[in-house]
């Protein structure tokens, strides 16, 4: 009997959590409700599988807001340029309709330049008969969706405002009974959360979907490749003179990116951007100490003057950018997603479309085991998943780690062939359709 859809935790003046019930056994527990984790749950209500997705932040943080921002002070700094793949999945799922079209900012072209050169790349959603390269969303509006779908979801309990205490394994109990059609186990153990309060949760797969700094992930001492940017990256919206006409632009410089991604507004006078610019730690320093009239007028160099004057921006915000992965996804009926298995550079936008890439793939491996009557920790299957994602992630990581490298050497033969590279990429149809196919998601 599954509970109620939604389990919210009042502390009381103690400081002690209540819940309506001691522990509660399931199949799969998902630690983090943001996107990813959010979008794994929504995917498995079809499977009959008992499912509890816990996250400390409240139910209340994740309501869906109607309001249309109508000053750079009211939209949130932090957004997804989403691919056409994750457009899809977010589609399929539900969470796409209930979007507003306010709230959805389609881009049909993207300009890539280097600062120190005359060559460009561009990149246009006609050429690919498309009639758009890709979507810019508030990250707010995802969630918000998202949850608003989850509240719904019969298989699947939902703990909000819920911290966990402790993190532990304890040997499979051969009582627990699955709510599907499972004859088989592979003997892994099962993980049990306790939550401060009191609750219990076992399962027999739990899937890390918290953040960069995965709980989860150091608990269970997974394995990590990781290294320092020596970047900060600054966000922000900013208003500009000139429209945006529906273009993401990116200029590279040898102190570090910067992009402008287009938004929409109340008037849908297309002078909103949302901004990530990129910059070595102490020039980073240096540019969030400014007041506001020169950041603007910084800000304004940075991107040449393409949309003329910066007239607004939005407090700024700043967060070091650091690399990070996984070295194994699986371990003993615990998998990562999301960025608890990989954090990239934000410079193409791909981290959260990673993300929704791992949920596909471990869909797919989970509707296996429902199909096949095998355990949802069978680590033959899992490993399916982790070989499906492991690789693309590695690329990516690459292919990103290789443009940042390049833009920033000073060599000025360097620099000859890297705009020369621009200007030959640039006319070369097939390969520029290949690589807006990747970046698409395609």
């Not at 969470?95 to 900012?105: D, E, F, G, N």
């Not at 320092?228 to 273009?247: F, L, N, P, R, S």
């Not at 471990?362 to 429902?370: I, S």
């Amino acid at each position: 009997m599954f509970m109620d859809k939604k389990v919210e935790f009042d502390t009381p003046k103690d400081g002690v959590l209540n819940s309506p019930m001691n522990e509660e056994a399931v199949d799969i527990l998902i630690v983090g409700a943001g996107m990813v984790g959010a979008a794994l749950a929504l995917s498995l209500q079809s499977l009959p599988y008992r499912i509890a997705l816990v996250d400390s932040q409240a139910e209340g943080t994740f309501r869906q807001t109607t309001s249309t921002p109508q000053s750079v002070s009211e939209f949130e700094p932090r957004v997804s340029a989403l691919t056409l793949a994750s457009q899809s999945l977010l589609a399929e799922l539900g969470v796409w309709s209930s979007l507003l079209p306010t709230q959805i900012s389609p881009y049909r072209e993207m300009h890539v330049w280097d600062e120190l050169g005359t060559e460009h790349i561009h990149f246009d959603a006609a050429d690919m008969q498309r009639s758009e390269l890709g979507f810019i969303v508030e990250n707010r509006h995802l969630i918000a969706s998202m949850h608003t779908q989850l509240l719904q979801q019969e298989n699947l309990d939902c703990f909000f405002g819920a911290n966990i205490d402790s993190i532990s394994r304890a040997p499979h109990r051969s009582s627990h009974r699955s709510s599907h059609r499972t004859s088989t186990t592979d003997g892994s153990p099962e993980s049990v959360i306790s939550l401060k309060g009191g609750q219990i949760l076992r399962a027999k797969l739990l899937v890390a979907a918290d953040g960069a700094n995965s709980l989860v992930r150091s608990r269970f001492s997974f394995p990590m490749r990781e290294w320092d940017y020596g970047h900060q990256a600054i966000v922000t919206t900013v208003k500009t003179e000139q429209t945006h006409g529906k273009i993401a632009r990116q200029r590279f410089s040898e102190s570090g990116p910067v992009a402008f991604l287009p938004l929409n507004d109340t008037e849908n006078s297309g002078r909103y951007s949302s901004i990530v610019w990129s910059l070595e730690t102490e020039r980073a320093k240096q540019v969030m100490s400014l007041d506001k009239t020169e950041f603007m007028a910084q800000l304004t160099l940075a991107i040449e003057g393409r949309l003329g004057e910066i007239e607004d921006v939005a407090t700024r915000h700043s967060f070091p950018l650091r690399q990070r992965h996984a070295k194994t996804y699986v371990d003993n009926g615990v998998v990562l997603i999301g960025d608890a298995a990989h954090t990239i550079h934000p410079l193409a936008g791909q981290g959260v479309n990673l993300g929704f890439k791992d949920v596909s793939a471990l869909k797919k491996v989970l509707q296996q085991a429902y199909d096949d009557r095998l355990s949802v920790s069978n680590d033959l299957l899992l490993r399916r998943y982790q070989r499906a994602r492991q690789s693309d992630n590695v690329i990516m990581m690459g292919v990103m780690e290789g443009f940042k490298r390049m833009f920033e050497q000073q060599d000025p033969l360097v620099r000859l062939v890297r705009n020369l590279g621009m200007a030959w990429v640039n006319k070369q149809r097939f390969i520029k359709h290949e690589i807006a196919k990747q970046a698409m998601g395609l």
